[in-house]
């Protein structure tokens, strides 16, 4: 039971309440970020300055991966010089992690597990990435499979990732005439 409740809680370890569960409002969630934020920094020796807490509070925001040119542009008060330093300040103190898609689209966002476990769609065309989460059988099942995998070559696990290539909608070349409709996205948090 305990071990269980461990995996639990290791799967499971999130700030942010993706369950629909409204009980945490957004400014309660950017405020246990924002707490996190500055522990962490703390923790390596750093400042929570104004250019890393605006910096923080984009990629909030933002609620997906961004790029470099995207989180200069979503704050008049972040300049490009220094929100690049603070992106290196913030990533070595593991509060903001690289996705990386292919060729330069090096995006940005926050790390679990102050945001919680999940997976990336990423665009082969346009390097769009969007967030997915799998169900939680599903994420126990790929951790009892790797983690036996890992036991047999000897291997110490820390966490996994998984990230599915492909095309958006906005990328796929419709076959012949009409391009087919879109299906609106699914609003988040419902
Ligand atoms: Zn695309
Ligand atoms: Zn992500
Ligand atoms: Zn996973």
């Known amino acids: 039971m305990d071990r269980e409740s461990t995996k639990d809680n290791a799967l499971t370890a999130d700030l942010a309440d993706k369950s629909g569960n409204e009980s945490i409002s957004a400014a309660e969630q950017a405020n246990e970020v924002h ?14 300055t104004g250019g890393r807490r605006r910096l923080v509070q984009a990629l909030l925001d933002a609620n997906q991966p961004i790029t470099l040119p995207e989180i200069v ?7 490009q010089s220094s929100t690049y330093r603070n992106l290196d300040v913030l990533e070595s103190s593991q509060i903001i992690r690289r ?3 292919n060729g330069d689209h090096t ?19 346009c390097g769009t990435i969007c967030d997915v ?8 099942l790929v951790e009892q499979e790797l983690s036996s995998v890992a036991a047999s070559r000897g291997f110490v696990p820390s966490h996994h990732s998984m990230d599915l290539h492909g ?7 419709p076959e012949t005439g009409s391009r087919p409709a879109r299906v609106p996205p699914r609003p988040s948090g419902v």
Do not use: M
């Not at 707490?35 to 929570?48: D, F, I, T, V």
């Not at 940005?108 to 997976?119: K, R």
């Not at 989460?133 to 126990?140: K, V, Y």
């Open 133 to 140: 989460h799998l169900n939680e059988d599903l994420e126990r």
């Open 35 to 48: 707490s996190e934020a500055l522990n962490r920094l703390s923790q390596h020796g750093h400042k929570y």
């Open 73 to 79: 542009a979503s704050d008049p008060g972040l300049t």
């Open 167 to 173: 095309l958006c909608p906005d990328c796929q070349v």
């Open 99 to 101: 996705v990386i898609a």
């Open 107 to 125: 995006h940005f966002e926050l790390a679990e597990p102050i945001v919680d476990h999940h997976h990336h769609l990423i665009c082969l065309d």
